[in-house]
């Protein structure tokens, strides 16, 4: 069986080089030639631990290739649609730009028996749409396949998912289109992996619905940190109490700055527009509430790193120890760090950001920050320092070592990942989110 994946983005690379590890020929399709040429070289056009190796495997089998020519999709048996699907520009509604773009450059080289499998995120009712545009007659099964990626996490999470979600249509066409992608997954079934079989338009809604769940679950302990803030109480053994409750569970209850990235912020959203979209905008109105808690955490770094500098940011040296959204990851995309970083800059603050992959990026975003890719010479000289993205290197440092390069020992403990009391034994004025400090 050969496959091809149109958009070899951060998620359709990593699925075209695992379904190549596990046998298949697989073609990717994209038209943005710096990603292929890094590609084609053994070399992932995005930070993903675990891809380079991914690659130098697969590269050497000639089993993958890389191209912008759709003719190359002629031969293949399931087409997996990858491509972006960003917030539209002046809108909560998703983009499908790309995905349009995307089918009708598929169109001439589809043959009837093959499968289109969708994996981007999209609002509910696009894969019917997708197939009244390559013929619900006599075009080829579309089948929805949503993704559940973790940066930082992906090829694991591709080769051994926790689940795998196909949607079908009904009929003939949807139970051959089942067998085809149980063949595509036979590894992973093998594993006692589930395979869920549902209708189209529960799996185009399993990822959104997934990541507002997660969303809420994000928002509701910061929340949470907003009531503790005002009492005294501490947010951290807080979570750690209730995620002790098996309905609830410890994971996703870490309050800080917040989520971001380039899908729970748009997937909320999206998912909310959508809602209004079909006239049930009502039942999702609670994710607005998601979305104000989201950004008040990151107004709320802001104020709390004021306070630390006594009052305003003017000519104060700031160290801001994170670019991107999360850990392990390069990854910008509505980054709280970033955008905290920004606004502080925008109060006359000397902003120095350091991450240990995200620089390149982050500097594409907002140039006007200083970047500084060494962390001792980033914490110089710094009258505060704000830790907003969870790296190693960041919740293992020294207090006492770094103590002796900053300009006055003050810091956010914006992710909550730091040792409070080992901080102030250390002479540190501490502050975190949510937390009692001293």
């Keep these: 069986m050969k496959l091809s994946v149109i958009g070899v983005g951060y998620l359709g690379a990593v699925h075209a080089a695992s379904m190549a590890s596990l046998g298949f020929e697989v073609v990717g ?21 675990g891809f380079d190796e991914l690659l130098a495997e697969v590269m050497p089998t000639g089993r993958l290739t890389w191209t912008d020519d759709y003719a190359a999709i002629a031969d293949a048996d399931v087409h997996f649609v990858c491509v972006g699907t960003p917030q539209r520009r002046g809108s909560h509604s998703a983009d499908l730009r790309y995905v349009w773009a995307a089918v009708e450059s598929m169109i001439p080289h589809l043959r009837p028996d093959s499968v289109v499998a969708g994996k981007s995120t999209v609002p509910v009712g696009t894969a019917a749409e997708i197939a009244e545009r390559l013929g619900q007659s006599d075009g080829p099964v579309v089948v929805w396949n949503p993704e559940f990626l973790r940066e930082g996490f992906a090829v694991a999470d591709t080769l051994h998912p926790d689940r795998i979600v196909v949607g079908v249509p009904e009929g003939p066409d949807g139970l051959r289109a089942e067998q085809v992608m149980r063949e595509v997954y036979a590894a992973q079934i093998a594993e006692g992996i589930p395979f869920l079989v549902t209708d189209r338009p529960t799996a185009e809604l399993v990822k959104v619905a997934a990541n507002a769940f997660l969303a809420t679950k994000i928002s509701f302990i910061n929340a949470m940190a907003e009531v503790c803030e005002a009492t005294g109480a501490d947010v951290v053994t807080l979570a750690d109490a209730i995620g002790h409750d098996a309905r609830i569970g410890r994971k996703f209850l870490g309050a800080g700055v917040g989520f971001g990235g380039g899908c729970l912020p748009k997937d909320i959203r999206a998912f909310s527009a959508r809602a209004g979209e079909l006239g049930v905008d009502q039942a999702l109105t609670f994710l607005r509430q998601v979305d104000d808690i989201n950004s008040r955490r990151r107004d709320r770094a802001v104020e709390t790193a004021r306070e630390l500098v006594g009052g305003s940011f003017r000519g104060r040296r700031v160290c801001v120890l994170g670019a991107a ?29 350091h991450d240990p992959k995200a620089l390149v990026n982050a500097e594409s975003r907002f140039p006007a920050l200083t970047y500084e890719p060494e962390l001792a010479a980033a914490l110089a000289g710094a009258e505060v320092v704000l830790v907003l993205t969870e790296w190693r290197d960041y919740r293992e440092l020294d207090p006492l070592a770094v103590a002796d390069v900053v300009a006055a020992p003050r810091i956010l403990d914006g992710r909550n990942v730091l040792d409070a009391a080992a901080w102030q034994a250390a002479g540190w004025s501490f502050r975190g989110m949510g937390r009692a400090h001293g």
């Design 29 to 49: 399709v994209d038209v943005d030639h710096a990603k292929l040429d890094a590609l084609r070289a053994g070399k992932a056009p995005f930070y993903e631990p």
């Design 325 to 353: 959204f999360k850990p392990d990851s390069d990854d910008v995309r509505d980054s709280p760090a970033l955008d905290i970083a920004a606004r502080i800059h925008n109060e006359g603050g000397e902003v120095v950001v």
